[in-house]
């Protein structure tokens, strides 16, 4: 692959806020149509060959599937019976693309209904409908986060290979726009206090989180993390291996902070982010008690 772009948050704040919303609206379309999975499973997008996607969505007697082709940025509305919707990315504030998805959706026969307003998102409260605002669409920018995108879900793929335990798929939450693999012990969790019905939902076992995600109004710069729940006693004063790497407590827990920039630069960008990954899962999963060795796939299997 091709040197890694930089992307600050800096440099494509508007368009990335705006594609932000656009993931929530397609986001939540597949949530209301796609059976329910456990731990909001039915709930991500996915990376795909020309962009994101939701991959294929049941409906009556038929499949669509919506995808962002960040390749000739179009929206793509494709259906099963042969007919397939598309229109420019460029141009669109939030209200006109949410008139032109339920418009394209209604013209192919799928009837939808959404809650149209952002999702825990700290720049608006616009429902989507009346959000003339966030119009930004920069392509150079989105074809760099398209790249990074890309190599960050190659190699979180590898890694999810490398586990024979229960996992998610590598897939995109539009809550917070991040790249996520989060693996299982198999044992169930303590009852979390507090949160939402979906936060109980999604750490009813145990769980270490992986993530990926461009930076936001706190965090402004791309990063990666990782974090155990149950949170192990004294996790925070753990030694890490990775150089550069830290420990972020802001949000209340532990969490395992490691900046895109020392990766993107260095000699071998794929084996320095592959054994960041290896190195953290064996130290949350081992001040989790976990057992390591049996979850982990050995090189026989290959």
Aim: proline share 6%.
């Amino acid at each position: 692959m091709a040197a890694l772009p930089k992307l600050h948050v800096d440099d494509w704040e508007d368009t990335k806020n705006t594609l932000h919303l656009f993931l929530q609206i397609i986001g939540k379309i597949r949530m209301v149509l796609f059976p329910k999975q456990n731990h909001w499973w039915h709930v991500p997008l996915y990376v795909s060959c020309h962009g994101l996607t939701t991959r294929a969505i049941p409906y009556q007697d038929k499949y669509f599937e919506i995808a962002f082709d960040f390749l000739q940025h179009h929206l793509v509305i494709s259906c099963s019976t042969g007919n397939n919707k598309t229109f420019s990315l460029e141009g669109q504030s939030v209200a006109s693309f949410y008139e032109n998805v339920f418009a394209n959706l209604k013209a192919l026969g799928i009837d939808v209904s959404i809650k149209a307003e952002p999702y825990d998102v700290p720049f608006s409260n616009t429902p989507f409908a009346q959000d003339k605002e966030h119009a930004s669409y920069d392509r150079e920018s989105i074809e760099k986060y398209w790249h990074i995108m890309m190599f960050v879900n190659a190699l979180f793929e590898q890694f999810h290979g490398e586990f024979v335990g229960k996992s998610t798929p590598v897939h995109l939450f539009w809550h917070h726009a991040d790249l996520a693999l989060t693996r299982f012990s198999g044992k169930a969790a303590p009852p979390l206090e507090g949160g939402t019905n979906a936060d109980k939902e999604a750490y009813s076992h145990e769980v270490i989180s992986f993530g990926f995600w461009m930076g936001d109004a706190i965090m402004r710069e791309p990063a990666f993390y990782a974090y155990a729940y149950p949170e192990p006693d004294n996790l925070a004063t753990t030694p890490i291996k990775t150089d550069g790497a830290s420990w972020n407590t802001d949000f209340g827990y532990a969490m395992l902070f490691y900046p895109f920039e020392p990766v993107r630069t260095a000699s071998d960008p794929a084996n320095t982010l592959l054994k960041h990954l290896r190195d953290s899962y064996h130290l949350l999963a081992t001040a989790s008690g976990w057992d390591v060795a049996n979850l982990q796939r050995t090189k026989n299997e290959d």
